[in-house]
């Protein structure tokens, strides 16, 4: 059974820092992985998509790499804002047959002081 | 249109009401789902419609019913639910895996609270 992990589970920092934030999933058998941004409340928003053939995918000041034979994956933030405040998920998409089935992370909690 | 609607945003319902979630998405997309997310939690994966087909069942109570009676409506049909079933109601929608690069979109969410 796929388990995706994310840490730090929490993370607060200053306006203006560079910051990862980490996943790691135990079945390396991906279709695919995406991080996702959920504000309090609120449904999810895509950030990211990697295919399980590429590497990293850039969208403005994020950045994802893809390391499937390791099962990790992180999301790298630069100069960070407030508005950049929220949870963010990672999700699986599993490579077997069986799968329509998007495997959560544990998520990790962002707070971007001013 | 990239976007996936969900009505209503907000349901307060009793224990013996009935009552139906909505969710619309005009992407073409003909994969489907139901998640439901409990407070400072992942999505938890409640339903998968494939080509207007209830492909995946993640063992869900029965109080729960899907329905999608086209590609590009998905409802959620509730009766007699408990407390405990109060969450945020996920719809989202997606290609069908393996025929595209797919990517799941996801509603703004349904905050139900069952008295």
């Known amino acids: 059974k796929q388990e995706v992990t994310q840490i730090p589970a929490a993370l607060s920092v200053p306006e203006g820092e560079n910051l990862v934030l980490n996943c790691s999933f135990t079945d390396s058998a991906i279709y695919n992985l995406q991080w996702f941004r959920q504000d309090p409340g609120k449904g999810l928003t895509s950030l990211l998509l990697?295919?399980?053939?590429?590497r990293e995918q850039t969208s403005g000041r994020l950045n994802a790499s893809l390391d499937k034979s390791s099962g990790r994956s992180t999301l790298y933030i630069a100069a960070s804002q407030p508005g950049d405040s929220a949870t963010y998920l990672c999700a699986v998409t599993p490579g077997k047959s069986s799968g329509d089935k998007l495997t959560f992370g544990t998520g990790t909690r962002l707070a971007v002081r001013p | 249109d990239t976007e996936v609607t969900q009505t209503p945003k907000h349901l307060v319902m009793g224990m013996t009401n009935k009552k139906s979630l909505k969710c619309e998405q005009h992407m073409g997309h003909r994969a489907m789902y139901w998640y439901k997310q409990k407070a400072k939690k992942p999505p938890e994966l409640m339903f998968v419609y494939s080509y207007e087909k209830l492909s995946i069942n993640e063992s869900v109570p029965s109080r729960f019913s899907p329905e999608c009676p086209n590609s590009s409506l998905l409802n959620l049909h509730l009766h007699a639910l408990q407390p405990e079933d109060s969450a945020l109601y996920l719809c989202?929608?997606?290609?069908?895996?393996?025929?595209?690069?797919?990517?799941?979109?996801f509603g703004p969410g349904t905050r139900l609270t069952v008295l």
């Open positions: 990697i295919q399980s053939s590429q």
């Open positions: 989202a929608s997606s290609q069908v895996p393996r025929e595209g690069r797919i990517g799941m979109f």
